[in-house]
């Protein structure tokens, strides 16, 4: 077992960064279904993050996505956020939802595409700059759907380049972080399809650039824990975009699929002492939540990340050392599921009433009459801008 204070330092440490979007309306390429009370521009985003923070202690930072959380005074909205007790997190941007960018946006034959592109990953910087963000987050849909459609090589190329323009515009404190994505919305060819591309272009680019592991942009039955390993050891995991899926990108609540992957996500983590947060590892949920009520989603999401830390953190890892040296392959092992099999539950509600909280936040959630009062006062919420 390991020391009871290590490990709660390392739950109290811990912050999950919801994300903007998460709490507007999204649905499927089929429907968006709208639900009461859901926030009507980025101050209001804010506020349901700070209620997610308030009642877990563990979602202290909030990303954003540009344009959809585009406001005249970004100073104003660090502040609000500031003023409910959370920060602004990653910097989403967005070079996927414009006629122009029908072949591509960094990757686009076309130069003035490629210009507009650019330019938008620059203005990124600039609202960084203008909101105390640390990180812009990439994700691009280029790609091409047929053989023959462009140079495959020559969009690595233009790919290359406008990174290189932006890490350059890059402030101190500041970095990127490249997500990739098996497929789709290009079916043929993605830009960045996978770890390796991702993590070649931040090798070429520098210290400041590193990978972002969304869990729902592999092929089935990846070893994603494998990919943290690597990236951790050679110091190029910037973050992860935590969901869960079924098929493809399903962008589920993260832990409900496959409570077991992330625990052996957070054990990779853990077993570095990456999960605190001076190593930096940005912990993202990027997820929609069209179904179900948002805020409570998130909550079971952001309590999800915090259990299998916590499982995570209870491994004897001076036991798990011994029967792997020793090649002892059934104790290991049984060490490995003695920890993801402890109920963490009882340990986090105490720790949470030491710390002044409810121990049960979604039950506090329901008590508190905060979804009563947004649906009365909110009328005619916002759209992510997802699944439209
Ligand atoms: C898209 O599939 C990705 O997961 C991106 O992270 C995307 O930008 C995000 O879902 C919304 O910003
Ligand atoms: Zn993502
Ligand atoms: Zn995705």
Not at 62 to 88: C, F, S, T
Not at 209 to 227: L, R, S
Request: aromatic content about 8%.
């Amino acid at each position: 077992m390991s020391d009871h204070s290590a490990i709660t330092a390392g739950i109290r440490g811990l912050g999950v960064e919801t994300a903007s979007w998460a709490y507007a309306n999204s649905g499927t390429r089929f429907k968006v279904f709208a639900q009461p009370g859901v926030p009507r521009d980025p101050f209001e985003k804010i506020d349901d993050a700070a209620v997610v923070h308030r009642l877990t202690g563990a979602a202290p930072t909030v990303a954003l996505h540009i344009p959809w959380d585009k406001v005249d005074d970004y100073d104003r909205l660090a502040k609000h956020a500031e003023a409910q007790g959370v920060r602004i997190g990653a910097i989403n941007s967005n070079v996927f939802q414009d006629d122009d960018y029908k072949l591509g946006s960094v990757c686009s034959p076309d130069p003035v595409v490629r210009r507009k592109a650019t330019d938008h990953l620059l203005e990124c910087i600039d609202i960084m700059d203008a909101t105390g963000s640390d990180t812009l987050k990439l994700w691009f849909a280029d790609g091409t759907n047929y053989p023959g459609q462009d140079s495959i090589r020559a969009r690595q190329d233009r790919l290359a380049e406008a990174l290189r323009e932006t890490y350059a515009r890059l402030g101190d404190g500041q970095r990127m972080l490249l997500e990739y994505k098996l497929f789709e919305p290009s079916f043929y060819t993605m830009d960045v399809p996978d770890w390796g591309t991702s993590y070649a272009h931040c090798l070429e680019l520098g210290p400041r650039a590193q990978v972002v592991i969304d869990t729902g942009h592999h092929a089935p039955g990846t070893n994603i824990e494998f990919i943290v390993a690597f990236l951790l050891r050679a110091h190029k995991l910037g973050g992860f975009d935590f969901n869960s899926r079924f098929y493809a990108d399903d962008d589920l609540m993260v832990g409900a699929a496959d409570p077991f992957q992330l625990f052996r996500i957070m054990h990779e983590i853990v077993s570095v002492g990456a999960h605190t947060p001076q190593a930096g590892i940005a912990f993202m949920l990027d997820q929609c939540h069209n179904i179900e009520a948002k805020i409570p989603a998130i909550i079971r999401s952001v309590l999800n990340v915090q259990e299998m830390t916590a499982k995570a953190l209870m491994l004897d890892n001076t036991a798990l050392a011994a029967a792997q040296g020793s090649g002892d392959v059934l104790a290991a092992n049984q060490i490995f599921m003695d920890a993801f099999y402890t109920d963490v539950r009882p340990m986090l509600a105490s720790l949470r009433e030491e710390d002044g909280r409810d121990p049960d936040p979604m039950a506090a959630y329901h008590r508190s009459g905060y979804a009563e009062t947004i649906a009365a006062e909110r009328a005619g919420g916002e759209q992510a801008g997802w699944g439209a």
